[in-house]
Each structure stands twice: as structure tokens, then as C-alpha cells.
């Protein structure tokens, strides 16, 4: 006689094999303020993982607050709590505008704002140890070009104190600003969606040391206005848009700027 294997062994087997079929997913924790969540950067992240000749799953998780520092998120405990609860490709922090400035110059590093952005990057980095593989300090940008130099400065400073890895997204905004700097800053300070991918694109890259090849025809036009710093992004309601369509040739300048700035 022969025997039929029993239902709940039938079902592991199923989920087993469908799971071994998956990709495995790259988990990246998310630290920042406005300039991350404004267009939902982490969701764009994920959509141009998928959209590559073999998808990539990027799974987030993202603790922002409106106008937050690093140190007030180190102090509120809940990124650090996420990031020591499991394991995480990449630590994403984003501090607060061209803050990091400060640390290029010895007149202001000990300024007290400075030394407190000092202080939460070298704890992110210490508590990073062991949950995640890599620590990424997603550059941001000085509303004046010509500062732009003291911003990328001061990250790669943080980056030499803390082992990071800069992400130069304020070099690339500030270069496609230059055809256009309300196109890419349209209230002067937050990314359009052209230049959150951009962003995304190069994250893609850091996190995989390869560059993104493509782009997806279109991406939801999802934001948000003041999300809570007491809860993940992911677990928030967006303000959903219009679709966002990138035209063939956009996408191919946008993809050639993220190659150009790592």
C-alpha cells in the first residue's frame, strides 16, 4: 500500500519550496528626517530593486521625525532598539540638512550641536556593530551650492570617525541642480522625485556595489506631511499622488548622474 504523506508535512514541503524559489532580501534601517521621507525615499529604494534584470527585494524599516537629529533619535531609543532586534545589510542615517558642515571646520566642531551630531553617529556606529553590515551617511545638501564643499567635507570626516561609507546624494542633487535648481529643490530644501531617485539609485549601488541598470516606467507618487517619530514609516498612512512617469531618456540621465557620484 502505498502512503500519502500527511497534510501538514504536504503544506511544509509547498512553503519550503516556494521559499527557496525567493530571493533572499536585503534589509536596510532607515535614520533620518523630512529629506528621507518627502517622496518616501525607501519605497523608491524598493521599487528600482525590483525593477532590475534580476529583482532585488529591499525590505525597510525607517525611523524619521520632522526636522530630527541623529542625537534626538539616538535618545528616543526606537532606531537603536530596531537595529539591535535583528540583522540589517545597511544602517541608512541621514542627519538634518547641511548640519554636517560643522565638522569640517575646527572653529565650529565644538560648537555643542556639533559635538552631539558627533556623539549619535559614533553610538549609531558602535551599536551598528554586529547588526549591521554596513553603515551608509546618505549626504545631504547646503541650500547655497557654493557650501557644498564644507557639507561633503564634514560627512567624510564622520565617515573617517565612525567607519561609514558616504552616499554623496547632496554632490549629485547640487550637480542636477545646476540645470535647475527649483526643479530639484522645489521649496529649496526637499527633493523632487526625480532627485529621490536619484538617491535610491545610488543607494542601490552602495548596497550592492554594483549600480542599477534601470528604472521603473513609473513610480507612485506617495509622500507624507508630518509622519510620527514613534512608529516606522512603513507603519504610517502615505499622502498618495499622481503616478510619477520617467520618460526613457530622464532615466537615463538620472542613472548616469547615480554612477557618477557613489
Request: hydrophobic share 45%.
Amino acid at each position: 500500500m502505498r502512503l500519502r504523506p500527511a497534510p501538514l508535512l504536504v503544506l511544509l514541503l509547498a512553503a519550503l519550496t516556494a521559499r527557496a524559489g525567493e530571493p533572499t532580501p536585503l534589509r536596510v534601517l532607515f535614520v533620518g528626517n523630512s529629506l528621507t521621507y518627502v517622496n518616501d525615499l525607501p519605497a523608491v529604494l524598493a521599487r528600482i530593486g525590483e525593477a532590475q534584470p534580476v529583482p532585488m527585494r529591499i525590505e525597510t524599516r525607517t525611523f524619521v521625525a520632522p526636522g530630527g537629529t541623529l542625537a534626538q533619535h539616538w535618545a528616543d531609543g526606537l532606531a537603536r532598539a530596531a537595529l539591535e532586534g535583528g540583522h540589517w545589510d545597511a544602517l541608512v542615517l541621514q542627519e538634518r540638512g547641511a548640519v554636517p558642515a560643522c565638522v569640517a571646520d575646527i572653529a565650529t566642531r565644538n560648537g555643542r550641536e556639533c559635538r552631539d551630531l558627533i556623539a549619535a553617529h559614533r553610538e549609531f556606529a558602535r551599536a551598528a556593530s554586529g547588526h549591521a553590515d554596513r553603515v551608509l551617511l546618505l549626504e545631504t545638501w547646503h541650500p547655497n551650492e557654493a557650501a557644498q564643499p564644507h557639507v561633503d567635507a564634514g560627512t567624510r570626516e564622520l565617515a573617517r570617525r565612525t567607519g561609514a561609507r558616504v552616499v554623496h546624494c547632496g554632490d549629485a542633487l547640487v550637480d542636477l541642480a545646476g540645470h535647475g535648481r527649483r526643479a530639484v529643490f522645489p521649496d529649496g530644501l526637499h527633493p523632487s522625485p526625480a532627485a529621490t531617485v536619484v538617491m535610491a539609485a545610488q543607494l542601490v549601488r552602495a548596497l550592492t556595489d554594483a549600480p542599477p541598470v534601470r528604472l521603473p516606467a513609473s513610480l507612485p507618487g506617495r509622500t507624507f506631511d508630518r509622519p510620527s517619530p514613534a512608529l516606522p514609516l512603513e507603519d504610517q498612512r502615505a499622502l498618495e499622488g499622481p503616478a510619477i512617469a520617467l520618460e526613457p531618456r530622464e532615466a537615463a540621465a538620472l542613472l548616469a548622474l547615480a554612477r557618477r557620484y557613489r
